[in-house]
Each structure stands twice: as structure tokens, then as C-alpha cells.
């Protein structure tokens, strides 16, 4: 049986010979790995075999990017979306939000008319390569995109947008459009020129610890309609779509399942996301993707994290519908020799 199979099976809450796998480590942590044993010729990709591959376009403003400071621990870079951000170097942590070009609705209405597809926001010859790679592989291949909230947010800024949801919701819902509009016309014009896809993926972090950054009422209104075009775009070719969302976004997932989406990854533990609960709840409608926590697998006592795959992927996977993923990314905590025992336990409890 092949990824792509096993996957599909999966999302169609289906039993394949076992669980599909995929998993997101840090930079920091494969670079950690690598010094402990991970062989210097493989990625943790090919050494695990995760069964995802994907491409992203380019959904940003295109302004140009520079570097602003270079600094032996952090650098201060310029994106394509105007936005101003400090990055760590040597560990892994969240961008600082620094400054931004996008502060008014008229400024926005100046950068819009860049929102439009162009051949620079896809890496054609590299793409199409990847593409066909996976496919001969039997790979599970993506359309990767991150409109929405998030992105927004770091566009805007993360005050500047909340407050722009309830004073100015008009000019966020544009936004958030104009930004989705651009996604399904990459992909529309990709799938055109020979990309072949399994599922569209849209990653959009929606909460935070126990509650979502905004209502329900606004997601619906205001983030809801740019999800949806996207999923629309996907199941008019019958294909599944998937959600990432860090944070708590359980409140959403009537809307989440009424936009479109087949599948919700990372379901973060610490945030409050309970993968066992989920699948009892909405296993019918929704498949599940990740729920192992992290922080099980950097302990220090390896019976904790062989309990918290022992209770979770039994239960997650009956009937199908449960792909194992970490509940968010896996830190640079977790020794090499961890996670190998993560992935024994996987593919112990993850047959079927």
C-alpha cells in the first residue's frame, strides 16, 4: 500500500494496514538529532518516513525583502508582506513582530492591487520536479497555503487586526478574500500546468490556551468565507481539505466542518485539545490528525509516553479517520533516542 493510499483511506475514515504518519520537527531539533545519530545523509523525512509532501506559493504582497540587521544571535529581516520581524538564531521560537507597512485600511487599498496571481509566486521547475518525485514515490501530496487570521495578523499586526474585526470588519473580511482569492488562483493555474494534488492544506492558527482569539460569531463572518473558498476550490475536483490550527479552536469545529475542511492537525494538548474526546465527539464527520504531546516525549521517564500513545492512537484510529502527528511541532527537547522510541510505539499501536 502506498502513502497516498493509506492517507486517503485514512481521510475517508477508512482502515488501511496501519496509521499514516507525518511529523514536524524543528530546525534546532533535526540539527540536534544529527549529532546524535540521525545519519548526516538523511533528513528526519526520509529516516522516519513521513508520508506528506507539499508545496507552498506565494501569498505575500511581494514587496521586496531585505535584511535589516544581521546580529550573531538574531536577525531582523524585511518580508514580502512589509512586515518587520527579529528572528532567533541557533533555537526555535516565534518571529518578534517588529513593525509593519499595512496600518490603514487606505494603505491597504494601495498594496491591494499586487494581490494577483503572478508566475513569481511558484517555484515552477523545482515544483513541478517535487511533484512528480512524490508520485512515483506514492507520496501524499499537498497544495499548501496560509491565508486567513494569521496571516493577516502578521501583516497588520496582531492588535491592530483584533480591534479591526469588531471597528472595521469590512476592510478584514477584504483582506482576508483578497488573500484566499490569490491561493486558489495559484493552485488553479498550478493544477492547470501539471501539479497533481491529494488535498489542499491550509495552515491558520485560530487560538491560544482553552479559547479561540476571536468569537464564533466572527469566525463565521469574517475568517470563515476565505476558508471556505479555498475548500470550495478543492472538493470541486474531489479533493479533501485540511486545517492546521495551533491554540484551542475547538468551538469552531462546526464551522470548520461546514467550510469544508476533512481534517484538523495538530490539536494541541497543552492548549487544550483532546484527541480522544475530538474523535468522539466529531469522528464521523472529521478526521484527526496529531494529539500526541510533546512534552510526553521529552520526559524523562519513557512509560510516560508509551501511555500517552497507548490511550490515544487505539481509540483515534478505530475506523479510520486518525493520521499520527505531534500535538504542535517537535522541540529540541526531544533526544534522537526519543523519538525513535515515539515511532516504535506509532508502529506499535498504529496497526491495524
Known sequence: ????????????????????????????????????????????????????????????????????????????????????????????????????????????EEHKPRMVMDESRVDWENGLSGCREASEQGLFYYFGCGPGFTKVCNMVGPDRLLMAMVDDPEWVGDMILTDAQVCVDCAEEMMARGFVFDAGWVFDDLGYKHKGFFSVDLYRKLIMPGHKLIC???????????????????????????????????????????????????????????????????????????????????????DGGYIYHSDHSVPDNVSFDQYRRVMDLVAQYGQY
Open 1 to 108: 500500500m502506498t502513502s497516498r493510499e493509506r492517507v486517503l483511506l485514512a481521510i475517508g475514515h477508512q482502515e488501511a494496514d496501519r496509521i499514516p504518519i507525518h511529523d514536524s520537527p524543528w530546525g534546532t531539533t533535526e540539527a540536534r538529532w544529527h549529532r546524535e545519530g540521525l545519519p548526516d545523509d538523511q533528513s528526519s523525512t526520509s529516516f522516519f518516513g513521513y508520508e506528506f509532501r507539499g508545496i507552498w506559493p506565494n501569498n505575500s504582497l511581494l514587496l521586496p525583502t531585505e535584511t535589516l540587521e544581521d546580529r550573531e544571535e538574531y536577525a531582523v529581516t524585511k518580508t514580502g508582506d512589509g512586515n518587520v520581524w527579529r528572528n532567533w538564531k541557533g533555537r526555535t521560537s516565534t518571529p518578534e513582530l517588529l513593525d509593519f507597512t499595512i496600518t490603514t485600511r487606505q494603505v491597504w
Open 232 to 318: 470550495d476550490c478543492f472538493k470541486a475536483r474531489g479533493l479533501p481539505m485540511l486545517l492546521h490550527s495551533c491554540g484551542y479552536c475547538e468551538e469552531y469545529i462546526p464551522l470548520i466542518i461546514e467550510a469544508g475542511f476533512d481534517v484538523l492537525q495538530p490539536l494541541e494538548v497543552k492548549a487544550g485539545m483532546d484527541l480522544v474526546r475530538l474523535k468522539k465527539e466529531w469522528g464521523d464527520r472529521l478526521a484527526f490528525m496529531g494529539g500526541i504531546d510533546v512534552r510526553a516525549m521529552a520526559h524523562p521517564d519513557p512509560t510516560v509516553i508509551e501511555r500517552e500513545i497507548a490511550e490515544k492512537i487505539p481509540p483515534a484510529k478505530a
